[in-house]
């Protein structure tokens, strides 16, 4: 699945998106996955939004091989 990183969660993962090899996981199994390659997110899962295919992801959400995967952190505008 392809995986977008935003704001400081890029600079964290070194990235703007990243493949990542993942088949039919829930939201706490893709937050494994994402935290063995990038341990530095793990600050953030709590106050992070995972969305799927441009729609932020609802409880019990599955998430496949060919789905694009958003992190989106908390923002703040003025």
Do not use: C, H
């Not at 494994?32 to 709590?46: F, K, N, Q, S, V």
């Not at 599955?62 to 908390?74: K, M, Q, R, S």
């Amino acid at each position: 699945m392809k995986v977008l990183f935003f704001a400081q969660l890029r600079e964290v993962a070194g990235t703007a998106e990243a493949e990542v090899d993942a088949d039919k996981a829930d939201a706490a199994q893709l937050w494994d996955l994402l935290l063995i390659r990038w341990p530095g997110l793990a600050r953030y899962r709590t106050e992070t939004r995972l969305a799927r295919n441009g729609a932020y992801a609802g409880a019990g959400e599955i998430f496949g091989p060919d789905d694009e995967v958003a992190l989106i952190p908390p923002v703040s505008g003025g």
